[in-house]
């Protein structure tokens, strides 16, 4: 380590630039080693910080062993497909699938009430290995997938963004957030807080203020902080999002920030514009995938005329919400 270059170390490990800015030792020339850097720096100048070039040494030390303990547990984080296995309908009937999704791609989960679509979510948090009421079966990368993701608080394989967000902890928001960033030690922490909470209040309907409790934010408002809570700070790779069209925010951006290349997005939805945003749908029905559909091109054709109608019909409910009495003007769709 010690006989690094200054400029290679900072690149492999932006981190330790932060121990440097600590004892306020300025970085001249990056084309030296880290020996030799700490060769240079003047005796006087440490004591001020009642340190000395070996502890500085151990503690980039230390910190370059965290931070190579938390690469090697991403890697494990690392999730190319993720197949569901058939279990059994509500019936007792065999359901007959196997569907492998691939990072990258988002899925759709449709079917009337009570058929099932949430229990499917449930089953691909929980990795279900033939254990819950459907017996069906989740692998990850091919494999059986370790069920340490179950019980890991922090280092969740999956982000469930469900229904009900209910807050318990006496934070406010600019805590909350900055708490969450800090534990997952983001660059710019500053920067990502602020952007996350510029783009909660993008997605929610009504903005609110960064210093106030989470536990006072409306369920619109919660299910916005933590979709984007969860796009700009979960290393989760398959992030499940159910029924996020009850909340009354945003959903296609709310969608747009989630997705990213390198995740797989499960949805429960009844809203059909969600719906044929995916790449495909799974329809569920008496609690088993009764079908696979891939959207198809002029499905997502009839995408626009859609959002035009759903437009018009929130604006509807804008103005019912504002007390006004509806005319044949905001009737004409
Ligand atoms: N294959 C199955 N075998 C046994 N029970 C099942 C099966 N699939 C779903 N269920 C059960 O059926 C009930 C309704 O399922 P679920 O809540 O997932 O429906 P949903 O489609 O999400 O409904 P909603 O649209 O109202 O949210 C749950 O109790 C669930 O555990």
Redesign the pocket.
């Known amino acids: 380590m010690s006989n690094m270059k200054l400029n290679e170390l900072l690149e492999k490990y932006p981190y330790v630039k932060d121990i440097f800015d600590s004892y306020n030792l300025t970085l001249e020339n990056l084309d030296i080693t880290l020996d030799q850097f700490l060769e240079s720096i003047n005796e006087d100048e440490l004591q001020e910080h009642g340190v000395t070039k070996n502890e500085i040494l151990a503690t980039i030390n230390n910190l370059i062993e965290e931070i190579k303990e938390i690469e090697e547990e991403e890697a494990k984080f690392n999730v190319e497909t993720l197949t569901i296995l058939g279990?059994?309908?509500?019936s007792g009937q065999k359901?007959d699938v196997e569907i492998t999704i691939k990072k990258g791609e988002i899925i759709s989960v449709v079917?009337?009430?009570?058929?099932?679509?949430?229990?499917?979510?449930?089953d691909i948090e929980w990795l279900a290995q033939g254990d819950t009421?459907?017996?069906?079966t989740i692998l990850i990368n091919g494999q059986k997938p370790s069920l340490d993701f179950r019980y890991s608080t922090d280092k969740k394989l999956v982000a469930q963004l469900s229904?009900n967000m209910n807050f318990v902890v006496d934070l406010t928001v600019r805590e909350f957030i900055t708490l969450h960033a800090e534990s997952r030690m983001v660059l710019n922490t500053e920067k990502v807080v602020q952007l996350i909470y510029e783009k909660a209040n993008e997605l929610a309907g009504e903005r609110f203020d960064f210093d106030v409790p989470i536990t006072s934010l409306s369920g619109g408002q919660s299910r916005a902080l933590m979709i984007a809570d969860t796009a700009f700070l979960s290393k989760s790779p398959i992030v499940l999002i159910?029924?996020i069209e009850n909340a009354g925010i945003n959903r296609k951006k709310a969608l747009e920030i989630l997705v990213s290349n390198d995740k797989i997005v499960i949805m429960?939805t009844?809203d059909p514009i969600l719906a044929l945003l995916a790449d495909k749908r799974l329809v569920?029905n008496?609690?088993?995938i009764a079908k696979i559909i891939e959207t198809t091109k002029e499905e997502k054709e009839i995408l626009p005329a859609l959002e035009k109608i759903d437009q018009k019909l929130l604006s509807i409910r804008n103005k019912l919400r504002d007390g006004f009495v509806i005319n044949e003007i905001y009737m004409e769709v």
Not at 111 to 122: F, Q, V
Request: hydrophobic share 20%; proline share 3%; net charge positive.
């Open positions: 279990g059994f309908d509500k359901e079917g009337p009430t009570g058929s099932g679509k949430s229990r499917l979510l449930a009421n459907t017996k069906r229904q159910d029924e429960a009844h569920i008496n609690g088993k």
